[in-house]
């Protein structure tokens, strides 16, 4: 039967820095966060945390949710050790979802295992579901929960556990007894994603209940900027080849066939769910307009009907046309668009694996700008790409300036380069058939990762190179073209003059301190490299945060009263003494 104690939860749910020690380590880890929220610890615990511990709620089950790296980022003196040496679950959970986190996860596991010998882990997420066999390996890893919806399976392995205990009945498991393997065939893939919501009225409760709010918070400086997420699906009908998140990962690694998409009530009601609490904008993911008009309109029409007052922002994998601009602007007042074309190359991007003509998206973007209530439309593009030499990634600042000068320098067009790092992402194409579209790896196994991610700069860490860009040149053309752009949008006042010399001064810091770490491998033994490059530690740490671009920049602007005042007080109450 579940337990309902108040003070012993069923599952407690971890997320590790990608670094374990950051705090005792050098490591330049560059430009890798710079489009995210996170720091380049990626300190954001994977959203499927709350849909876990909001179904488990349901079913009668207490999930607790710690986010211990950003308790370790907000106090350099949070001792990991004995927060997990004090807690007392029926198991815990730790994400291995993003690939960065390889080294972080595992060490953790070893801690809880130090402390807690007889309370069994499970691991879950994207990059736990690819790398299964070799994390249930770990002596510190008791299961492996695969597959992209696991709240079901999850339930099902604790009523197991308090019934019977046979591991071989849960869906998705791969699971150990007596040093004997076991890989239970990954048979939850529900194309119905109906009751599964993202349950953020249960993570808010549990700050109460538990008294601790950085163990919930998604990031550093949420509180300054709320942002929410809701999601529209699970899966994608594109394929790009460097991304584990492709049609073709899917199918393969997670075994899902089909996309599987939230009816437009479930999506329209997570936001109203979403406006009650707080009033930052809400980051609808995935591409609503792809699911056809008659599912856009449903969504639409229905956050309007709601009055949802937060603002929102969309999404998209293909350039819609202008009916779908209209549709949103007759109905919503407060919204944003974004999209990632990776490259302004039409070769480039047709190696990816997006088709779409620049014609398409200049169309689109004009549609977008059109109307006076379109906030802003962010434009990404990407370093690393086949078929992309050092003179097309470069290429990308001028490709910029004409479209700036083509929408008459609007400065509600925002346009981004980083690169695709640290890792081109595992169970993708470009992972598991590298030579197929020019790339090559570096590391393969998990060990691997979890080594390269101690090397002491980004170039070293990185997964691969490509047949058109050595790791080097991965490198300079970021910091390049990253230069060349924050001019444009300075030429043409997209940012402001101060903001874009912070960031000029920083980039060219940035590359400076790649040299450094470059001469210092070359002069030192590597028995000695740590220690050389720990006294740079200041430079090394501020030559990764807001470098290609400024973080800030990302943000989309938000009003004043973003919390209700008491939540505020009381959030900022706990973060002071250290909850
Ligand atoms: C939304 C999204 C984001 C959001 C994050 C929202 C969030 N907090 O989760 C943003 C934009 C911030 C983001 C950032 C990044 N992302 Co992202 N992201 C996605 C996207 C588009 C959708 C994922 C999603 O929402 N799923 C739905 C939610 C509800 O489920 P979920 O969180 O996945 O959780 C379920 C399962 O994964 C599993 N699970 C997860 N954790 C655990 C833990 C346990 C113990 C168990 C049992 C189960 C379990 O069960 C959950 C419930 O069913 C996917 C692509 C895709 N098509 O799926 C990429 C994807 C996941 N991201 C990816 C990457 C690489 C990143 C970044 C590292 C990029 C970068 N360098 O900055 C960062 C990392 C951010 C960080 N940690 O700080 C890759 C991951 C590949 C890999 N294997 O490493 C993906 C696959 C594709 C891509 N390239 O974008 N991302
Ligand atoms: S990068 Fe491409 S394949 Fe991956 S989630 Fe985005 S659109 Fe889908």
Redesign the pocket.
């Known amino acids: 039967m579940p337990s309902f104690s108040r003070n012993r939860p069923d599952l407690i749910?971890l997320h590790a820095p990608s670094v374990y020690d950051f705090r005792k380590r050098s490591i330049v880890y560059g430009p890798?966060?710079d489009?995210?929220?996170?720091t380049p610890i990626?300190?954001?615990?994977?959203?499927?945390?709350s849909?876990?511990a909001s179904y488990m709620k349901k079913h009668g089950y207490n999930v607790r949710i710690i986010n211990l790296a950003l308790k370790m980022l907000l106090n350099p003196k949070f001792d990991v050790e004995k927060q997990i040496k004090k807690l007392k679950p029926k198991m815990f959970?730790?994400?291995l979802?993003?690939?960065?986190h390889c080294h972080g996860s595992v060490e953790i596991a070893r801690l809880v295992k130090k402390y807690h010998p007889d309370i069994p882990v499970?691991?879950?997420?994207?990059?736990s579901t690819?790398f299964h066999k070799e994390l249930i390996e770990y002596p510190e890893i008791d299961f492996v929960?695969r597959g992209?919806?696991?709240?079901e399976p999850?339930r099902m392995l604790f009523d197991i556990m308090n019934n019977g205990r046979d591991y071989s009945k849960v869906p998705n498991l791969t699971w150990k007894e007596n040093g004997t393997v076991h890989e239970n065939e990954l048979s939850h893939v529900p194309v119905n994603l109906d009751g599964l919501d993202?349950g953020y009225k249960e993570v808010v409760r549990s700050v109460w209940r538990d008294m601790d709010f950085s163990g919930v918070m998604?990031f550093h400086d949420w509180v300054r900027y709320p942002i929410m997420?809701t999601?529209a699906c699970?899966?994608?009908n594109c394929n790009c080849v460097f991304?584990?998140?492709s049609n073709y990962c899917f199918n393969n690694s997670m075994k899902r066939k089909k996309t599987a998409y939230r009816s437009p009530k479930a999506l329209v009601e997570e936001a109203k769910n979403i406006s009650r609490l707080c009033r930052g904008p809400i980051f609808m993911?995935g591409d609503v307009h792809i699911m056809g008009r008659e599912y856009a309109e449903a969504v639409i029409k229905g956050l309007a009907k709601e009055k949802i007052k937060n603002k929102i922002i969309f999404e998209f994998f293909v350039p819609p046309d202008k009916d779908f601009f209209d549709l949103v602007d007759d109905n919503l007042t407060d919204y944003s668009y974004e999209m990632s074309l990776e490259s302004h190359d039409e070769e480039v991007r047709k190696a990816v694996g997006k088709g779409y003509s620049n014609t398409e998206i200049e169309e689109a973007i004009k549609n977008a700008l059109s109307h006076e209530n379109c906030e802003r439309f962010d434009l990404y593009f990407l370093v690393g790409l086949p078929k992309q030499t050092y003179q097309k990634a470069m290429d990308v600042v001028e490709y910029c300036r004409k479209l700036y000068a083509s929408v008459g320098n609007d400065k509600r067009l925002l346009t981004f380069v980083s690169p695709l790092?640290p890792?081109l992402?595992?169970?993708s194409k470009g992972f598991t058939n590298p030579d197929e579209v020019g790339y090559r790896l570096f590391y393969k196994t998990l060990e691997e990762h979890r080594q390269a991610l101690l090397k002491p700069s980004w170039k070293y860490i990185l997964n691969y190179e490509t047949e058109w860009m050595t790791r080097d040149e991965i490198v300079d053309v970021t910091y390049d073209s990253a230069l060349g752009l924050n001019a444009v949008k300075r030429d043409i006042g997209a940012i402001d003059k101060k903001t874009a010399d912070i960031t000029e001064d920083r980039i060219i810091k940035a590359k400076r301190i790649m040299e450094q770490v470059d001469e210092i491998i070359k002069e030192y033994p590597p028995e000695e490299v740590d220690a050389r490059l720990f006294e740079l530690k200041h430079e090394v740490d501020n030559s990764s945060m807001s470098t290609v671009c400024e973080k800030r920049e990302l943000e989309w602007p938000i009003g004043l009263k973003m919390f209700n005042f008491k939540m505020l007080e009381v959030a900022k109450i706990l973060i002071n003494r250290g909850s």
């Open positions: 749910l890798v966060s489009l995210v929220p996170s990626f300190e954001m615990y994977p959203v499927g945390f849909s876990i959970g730790i994400d979802h993003w690939m960065p499970i691991f879950g997420g994207f990059s690819f929960m992209d919806t696991t709240e999850i993202l998604p997420a999601f699970r899966g994608c991304c584990g998140g993911i790092a890792f992402d595992p169970g």
